[in-house]
């Protein structure tokens, strides 16, 4: 559990920067914090690292954090909650999904949940209207908070429904989620309501569909992939929609480099991305950059973006972060890519102003 003399120093600590989320009155640190891992989504995080990273998060300024039911089956809200309880909550941004519902388990049924360390529930799509207002309430019975900021419909994409799935899943969110959401909006229980998924055609889509607030992007506006570039980032930057972009180490490989045990969106990368990233990491080499810290830093340099969200599994990993996102990247550096054909010509590139003071204090 997090002590109250911890919390006490953290009062004293500045911030880091904060953007507007779109048109709206949210404003994020520009570095938040990502609770897929910390939630257990794919291997286990122990207690202590979990909430270790958390207040570390906050001892360094991270002042925005997201979510969803999908972490751990709950488990990850139940973490974050525990922590971001003992802090006055309008010093915080918290976004969180809709579109599972958890359901609990029969007595016996657990299986082999213990040794996965995830909360003894069950997963649902459900992306209908009343669906989504109980999962909101449960939402707020695991964090054990009196709200929720941004409310995102999680996952309305082919990777997760197939091709024909998709579009009936996407009419559903349309029709359900995307009403109740709005209606909550109106009453002033949300202050922001997006989607949250890792293809920009489907928030596209969503963006000429419905009005929404924001979308959190996750691994398609990275150091490696920018097809988000040519239509749906331009599109949200006319119609004041906030972006942000998660996972921009591409799920690990742009944080290890092409190595054995880097994965790419949550697998063995392909053999192509493979090369591209041996042709990146040796234009860092030339130009005394880490690889890393340009996967961070990049993003931002965008209008639409708002904040980068990349996932902890600790507290190191967070203190990793906020070096990387601090070191200063040479404009030849970015040139040089671009040269190379490895970034869009058309990518605006983080200047020296854009690098984000040290705010520790």
Not at 333 to 355: H, M, N, Y
């Amino acid at each position: 559990m997090p002590d109250r003399a911890a919390s006490h120093r953290s009062a004293r600590v500045s911030p880091l920067p904060r953007r507007r989320l779109g048109r709206t009155d949210v404003k994020l640190t520009v570095l938040g914090l990502g609770g897929s891992s910390i939630g257990n989504l794919y291997r286990p995080v122990s207690e202590r690292d979990a909430a270790g990273a958390l207040e570390c998060g906050w001892r360094a300024g991270i002042r925005y954090f997201d979510t969803a039911p999908l972490y751990g089956s709950g488990l990850g809200e139940h973490r974050l909650g525990r922590v971001l309880g003992q802090h006055r909550r309008d010093r915080f941004v918290l976004s969180t999904k809709i579109g599972r519902l958890l359901s609990p388990l029969e007595p016996g049924a657990a299986g082999n949940l213990r040794s996965r360390n995830v909360l003894p529930f069950t997963q649902a799509y459900d992306y209908s209207y009343d669906a989504t207002l109980r999962s909101l309430e449960d939402s707020l019975q695991r964090l054990g908070l009196g709200r929720i900021d941004v409310a995102l419909i999680h996952d309305i994409d082919a990777d997760h429904h197939g091709p024909a799935g998709q579009k009936r899943r996407y009419r559903e969110a349309m029709e359900g989620a995307y009403p109740a959401l709005a209606r909550l909006r109106d009453e002033g229980v949300l202050k922001a309501i997006g989607v949250g998924t890792n293809d920009w055609r489907v928030c596209e889509q969503c963006a000429k569909d419905a009005d929404f607030d924001c979308f959190v992007l996750a691994g398609r506006y990275t150091l490696l992939e920018q097809g988000a570039l040519a239509s749906f980032l331009p599109l949200c930057a006319t119609k004041g929609i906030g972006v942000v972009c998660a996972a921009p180490f591409n799920s690990g490989i742009l944080a290890r480099g092409a190595v054995g045990a880097a994965t790419y969106n949550d697998a063995a990368p392909p053999r192509a991305v493979l090369d591209k990233v041996r042709r990146v990491e040796k234009v860092c080499k030339r130009h005394g950059v880490k690889m890393a810290a340009a996967a961070l830093q990049f993003p931002l340099a965008h209008r639409a973006i708002a904040s980068v969200l990349p996932g902890v599994r600790g507290p190191a990993q967070v203190e990793r972060n906020l070096r990387l996102f601090r070191e200063a990247i040479p404009a030849d550096f970015w040139r040089a890519l671009v040269s190379e054909g490895l970034l869009d010509a058309a990518a605006p590139t983080p200047k020296p102003r854009d690098t984000v003071p040290n705010t520790k204090g």
